[in-house]
């Protein structure tokens, strides 16, 4: 196998400590993403997506189950005890990159896990006990089939969880029964998955394990992993899925988005007592004097969640084609799904909820374990710029960099400075007659050349002269 080569893009040169199984099927992650791999206490990852399950589909939405194998590369013995919330929780999702953007196409309801089998996945392992005990061993991997992790009747909600502390209340109760075939499980639009719309399409499932143990050593920063998949024949109510390559581990996949389009900038945010967002940006040419701004914000554990975006941008950018695209939530959870509204002001472009955690607590938030995607055409290229978080549950923000509209650029015979050329430039220029000022061409005075510039720019910058 060729893994060698995908890896370049993925390794980070001097992440020294590598963990997992490094093979055909699995690229082990790195301490590159905000935290040491191998880091002391229980540390629990996701060491392969060896499989996907398929249900059919209802009204247009279909229903698969993701595999996932599970490692404890940590130094401590995980608590995986089914009756109580000392297990870890297994949420699913699914991605598509296309027209050069990331977006998240499926969400599962979280797997409950139930004992833990002690195999070796990622390496020597210390068993903890012997069959299926309830606890993962040092070194050890657990393996759920794709069928276990769609099983209904094991999936909980993920609106109970705290995914900064991995506590949740067990039992849980007071959702619907899931519907048949669809219910709970990854919902995914046929739409989202069809050919003939998706040409040139490259999909990606994610699957991430919260555990208490885990995230009270500080260790649920590497908690996600991702490998992408083909869409094949339909049949049975819903497209045939076919897991490709390797898994790549503790990585969620958002990467997949810089794998696919190298151009991708990719920055994280830790939040001090709270989670971990990561924040994508993309500026490509349009090839017509715009350009695309594309934005994922994957919130991996932040309870806080999102609840605004804010894309700083020169004033005299011309933005239009705004766009938003979320994840909607199923099954009877509380939440909102109504899109997030967008604004185009002088200094930014910003998406919000328009809400606040006082007034709707269940509104829709860029929750743990989701990733919202935005964009627009600006009429300027790109420059590095500031990102502003909006954070719904204590109204503070934060922020990081990416690539934002700069200025437009300074038109030659602008005389005044005003972004446009016209009759007032002209009389700078006259102004200007016979001497060095005004001079646009290095020979030292202003004389026919530079009315020729005045009139050769007449009207740009949209005052029409
Ligand atoms: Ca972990
Ligand atoms: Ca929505
Ligand atoms: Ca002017
Ligand atoms: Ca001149």
Known sequence: MQTSITLAGVLVAGSAILVGQYSADAVPGGGDDGGVAGALGADVIVGALPAIAKYGSV???????????????GDEVLDWYANNNDHPVIPQNMYVVRDGR???????????????????LCGACQPAGGGCPPLLGVGCSDPYSASLNGQQSNLGPRSLINAVTGIFPYPWGG??????????RIQVQLDDLDPGLNGGARYFAEGMYISKQDSAAGNSWNNASYREFN???????????????????QKPAIFAWQQVHNDVDVNSIEIPDDGIFHVGSRASDNGDGTWRYSYVVYNLTSDLSGASLSISKAADAVVTNVGFHDIDYHSGEPYDNTDWASEVGK???????????????????????????FWFDSSTP?????????????????????????????????????????????????????????????DGTTDGYEIAIVLANWGDGGCGG
């Open 102 to 120: 990331l977006e998240q196409i499926g969400m599962s309801w979280l797997k409950h896990g139930f004992c833990a089998l002690q195999q070796s």
């Open 231 to 249: 869409v094949g024949s339909f049949s049975g109510g819903s497209y045939n899925l076919s897991l490709v390559g390797p898994t790549y581990q």
């Open 382 to 442: 790109p420059v590095e710029g500031t990102i502003e978080l909006g954070l719904f549950k204590n109204g503070e923000s934060v922020t990081t960099t990416g690539f934002v509209p700069a200025g437009a650029p300074p038109i030659a015979g602008d005389y005044d400075n005003n972004g446009c050329v016209n009759g007032s430039d002209l009389a700078y220029a006259l102004a200007y007659w016979g001497g060095p000022e005004g001079d646009l061409n290095g």
């Open 59 to 73: 009204g247009g939405t279909a229903a698969y189950a993701l595999a996932t194998t599970s490692c404890n590369i």
């Open 175 to 184: 959702f619907p029964p899931a519907q048949s075939t669809i219910g709970r």
């Open 347 to 373: 200094d930014a472009v910003t998406w919000s909820n328009g809400t606040t955690y006082a007034e709707n607590p269940d509104a829709n938030a860029l929750r743990w374990n989701t990733a919202y995607t």
